[in-house]
Structure formats: C-alpha cells, structure tokens
C-alpha cells in the first residue's frame, strides 16, 4: 500500500511540473510572438 501511495505522490508532482511547464512553453511562445510582432510592424513588415 505505502508503495503505490509514494507512486500516486511521485505522478501527481510530475503532472503538476508537466501542467506547469505547458504554461511557461505557451508563455514563452505568446511573448517571442508578441516581439516579433513588433518587430516586423517596425519594418513594416507583416508576416501571418
């Protein structure tokens, strides 16, 4: 029983690092995009 318990503990803090590593990838990729944005509007330049 302790076994599986310490297993469940041990998946439930890696979900956790996964969900919060999703959040971070999908942050980064929001604010690179956002300056690139701003970057090609400067040079007048609009890519889709």
Do not use: C, H, P
């Amino acid at each position: 029983m302790k076994y599986s318990n310490e297993t469940s503990l041990i998946g439930k803090a890696a979900n956790s690092l996964d969900i919060k590593g999703a959040i971070i990838g999908k942050t980064l990729d929001f604010i690179i995009q956002f300056i690139n944005n701003r970057v090609n509007e400067k040079n007048g330049k609009i890519y889709f």
